[in-house]
């Protein structure tokens, strides 16, 4: 074990200092341009052995300042995708060709400026579907077993019911205007049981001093994940005033009720998240329909190009299609389908048998 003279500075202003240079430390991590380089240097200042696989180093405050100003002059071809880290799952099968950092850093964020990381640089692990995989997602649907299961059914029936009367989506053609307008709309309510279900089970576990049983993970990775959906459609669409009125209603009321009904029970809430994405993939499968049809108005979608930000999520081919997103899209929606259906019939200390990444 190797005492530097970062850990004496540590030693010598205590542990808020401490605190502050571990998290330095953490963000300075990604930013290490050569993996091999971030090997040596944790090895000259880590407290734990390199081939333990979990390195933490110390960085000085130099070098995270210069970090810093290198991505405001937007040079962020030096910020390593958290999946190529040492401590991640390296994934092991891959739809298409990995966008160099070269190519990443060429990118513009969506104003136009070449002044930040592109969206999506920072992510947490995620799958990444093949072809075979996407293409093979079908409509599925859990039969209720018992009073919570029917009843978070027939909630998400009447939502589903009513969202369509009031957007009038059941009415009239289903042109791209109407599409992005729910793919928006929907992905800003989508992103928030993750999250909120995070938070409790964080909570729990400071509040009762015990461990959590590995779910947080899981459902920060699904809330950025349904994040990354809606930054992926917000690059077709500009949102109206009305429009983000509505989103701001929408989540104050859903994060109360959604928060409210996890602390009752939060066996109904990722039941009731199952069947909610279920008619997700019932939604993006009609959409699919919708751009294969030759003749209608959503069949430029079969040509239309990729945002970069989905080309870079997804690990997509560089040509990829608006189809070809919406089939990933569809993919992450059947995984979360799965993922909350097993959470929910899981007893809330039993341990998740989901991994980072998977
Ligand atoms: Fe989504
Ligand atoms: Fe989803």
């Known amino acids: 074990m190797v005492v530097c003279g970062t850990i004496r500075q540590v030693t010598r202003h205590g542990p808020a200092f401490m605190s502050i240079m571990t998290t330095r430390a953490m963000s300075t991590q990604v930013m290490t341009k050569d993996p091999c380089l971030f090997l040596r240097v944790s090895c000259n200042n880590c407290l734990l052995s390199p ?6 180093r110390l960085a000085d405050s130099k070098e995270v300042n210069d970090n810093v100003e290198k991505l405001r002059r937007g040079e962020s071809e030096s910020v390593r995708n958290p999946e190529d ?3 991640f799952r390296l994934p092991t099968i891959q739809s298409g ?29 995620h799958p990444i579907w093949t072809e075979e995989q996407v293409n093979e997602v079908k409509v599925t649907h859990k039969e209720p077993e018992c009073l919570v299961d029917r009843l978070a059914y027939r909630t998400v029936r009447l939502f589903r019911g009513g969202f369509d009367l009031l957007s009038g989506f059941k009415f009239g053609t289903r042109n791209e205007k109407k599409w992005l307008n729910r793919i928006c709309f929907l992905e800003t309510v989508a992103g928030v049981p993750g999250m909120v279900a995070a938070m409790m089970r964080h909570m729990t576990s400071l509040r009762r001093l015990q461990r959590d049983q590995g779910w947080i993970h899981t459902l920060l990775e699904e809330a950025e994940n349904e994040r990354m959906h809606l930054l992926t459609a917000l690059q077709l669409k500009e949102p109206s005033t009305f429009f983000r009125l509505c989103v701001i209603g929408a989540q104050g009321v ?4 959604f928060g409210i009904s996890y602390v009752i029970n939060a066996k109904f809430c990722h039941r009731f998240v199952g069947y909610l994405e279920e008619e997700a993939v019932k939604t993006y499968t009609k959409c699919l329909e919708d751009i294969d049809q030759p003749d209608g108005p959503m069949k430029h979608w079969q040509t239309q190009a990729a945002p ?7 690990k997509m081919k560089p040509d990829s299609t608006m189809r070809d997103v919406i089939l990933a899209i569809r993919a ?25 990444g998977q």
Do not use: C
């Open 254 to 257: 859903f994060v109360t009720m």
């Open 51 to 56: 081939l333990s696989g979990q390195v933490r």
């Open 332 to 356: 992450d929606e059947a995984h979360h389908r799965i993922v909350n259906h097993s959470l929910a019939s899981l007893r809330k200390d039993e341990f998740n048998p989901y991994k980072p």
């Open 97 to 125: 060709t990995e966008v160099p950092a070269e190519e990443a850093s060429k990118d513009v964020n969506s104003s136009g400026k070449k002044d930040m990381p592109p969206i999506g640089t920072y992510v947490l692990p």
């Open 308 to 314: 970069d930000v989905a080309i870079r999520y997804w």
């Open 85 to 87: 880290l040492p401590h």
